[in-house]
C-alpha cells in the first residue's frame, strides 16, 4: 500500500472527506456528488463540511491533490523499480491497472480522466490542475522509456516525449472504454498493440 | 451536412428534442441533464415531453441512436470516399475532427464517450447501446485500413481489426484530452503517431 494511501486511512475528518470524494469521483460525476453523500459515507457528522472547506469547489481540488500524490507515489513505485528491465516496469503498470479495475467491477476509472471528462462545467483551475497531473504521469513515463532506449530495449530514434504522451492519451480512452465494456480488454488491446508496435 | 443532420434539423418536435439532447450530451452529463432544459433549449412546450417519450430513458437511447445515425453517415462519407487514398481518408476524418472541436471551442466531444464515461449510474442497455456503436465505428475504420493493405499503403500483415480497435479506443482519449486542454493537440498527437508508427 503506498504511504498516502496510509496517510488518507488513518487520517482524521477531512481526510476522511477527501477519501471518500476520490472513491465517489472515480466512479461517477464530480458536479453529480453531494456534499451529503460525502458526508454520510465519509461517516462525518453533518455541519463539518464547512469547517474544513470554503466549498464544494475547494473540496474538489483538495480531492484531485489527493488522487495526483496517491497515484505519482505508485507511479514512482512501479517505474522507478531499477531491479526490473524498463519496458517490463510499463507492462507491470498495465497489468496492476488491469487487476485495479477487475477488483472494482470496472466501475471506478481514472479520477483524472473522469474530472475531464466533466470540463464543459468546471472552471480554468480545475482544468489546469487536471492537466499538470497528466504531464507529471507522462513525465514519469518518458523518463521509464528513455531508460528503456538506454538499456536497448526500445529504438533510441523515437520521441520518448512523445511517445509517452501518447501513451497517457490513448491509456485514458482505454479506462473509459473498459468501464464501457466492463471488461480489461480494451486495457489489453491499447497498452499490448503500443508496446508492439511502437515500443518494439 | 450529412443527411442525418438535415433531417434532424427539418424535424418535428420529438426531432428537435432528439437533437437538442445530442447537443447536450456532447458537452456534459445525461445524467446531470434536465428535461426542463432540453424542452426549453428546443423550444417544446412543457408537457410534450411525455408525448413523445415514456421516460428520460428512453429519450436517452433515442439520443444515442440518433447520434450514431449521424456519425455513421459522416464517417461513410470520408472512409468510403474512393476518390481519395485510404489512409488520407482517415487523416481527413481527423482534421474534421479537430476543425469541429474548435469550432465548439472544445466544449463538446464525443457524445459516446461522453455517455460511456457516466456508465456506472447507467443500466447495461444503455452500455451494450453504446459498445455497438464504438464497433461499427471500429468495422468501418477497419475496412479502410484493408483497403489501404490492398493499395500498398499499409503493411499487409498487420491485423487491421485490432488497429481499428486501438485507433477508436485512443482517439475517445483524445477527444477527452482535447475537451481538458481545449485544443486540438491531443487529437493531433495521437493520429500523427498511430499513422507514424503503425500505419506506416
Redesign the interface.
Known amino acids: 500500500m503506498s504511504v498516502a494511501v496510509q496517510k488518507i486511512e488513518r487520517g482524521n475528518a477531512r481526510d476522511r472527506l477527501v477519501r471518500t470524494g476520490v472513491e465517489l469521483c472515480t466512479?461517477?460525476?464530480f458536479?453529480?456528488m453531494g456534499i451529503e453523500q460525502v458526508l454520510r459515507q465519509a461517516g462525518v457528522p453533518k455541519g463539518s463540511f464547512y469547517h474544513y472547506f470554503r466549498s464544494k469547489r475547494e473540496f474538489g481540488l483538495a480531492v484531485i491533490d489527493a488522487y495526483a500524490e496517491y497515484f505519482c507515489t505508485k507511479l514512482q513505485r512501479v517505474l522507478e523499480d531499477t531491479e526490473v528491465p524498463p519496458l517490463d516496469r510499463l507492462r507491470a503498470f498495465v497489468n496492476e491497472a488491469e487487476r485495479g479495475m477487475a477488483r472494482h467491477q470496472f466501475?471506478?476509472?481514472c479520477l483524472v480522466?473522469?474530472l475531464?471528462?466533466?470540463?464543459?462545467?468546471l472552471d480554468d483551475e480545475f482544468?489546469e490542475r487536471?492537466?499538470n497531473v497528466?504531464k507529471l504521469w507522462e513525465a514519469q513515463t518518458s523518463r521509464c522509456l528513455k531508460e528503456a532506449q538506454d538499456a536497448g530495449e526500445l529504438n533510441a530514434t523515437l520521441d520518448a516525449d512523445?511517445?509517452a504522451?501518447?501513451f497517457?492519451?490513448?491509456?485514458?480512452?482505454?479506462i473509459?472504454?473498459s468501464?464501457?465494456?466492463?471488461s480489461s480488454r480494451?486495457m489489453h488491446?491499447?497498452a499490448d498493440?503500443f508496446l508492439a508496435?511502437?515500443a518494439a
Do not use: D
Not at 475531464?116 to 462545467?121: D, H, I, R, S, T
Open positions: 466512479q461517477a460525476s458536479q453529480a466501475q471506478r476509472g480522466g473522469n475531464g471528462q466533466e470540463m464543459a462545467g482544468r487536471l492537466e497528466l512523445r511517445l504522451e501518447f497517457w492519451i490513448g491509456w485514458e480512452g482505454a473509459l472504454r468501464k464501457l465494456t466492463r480494451p488491446v491499447f498493440t508496435h511502437l
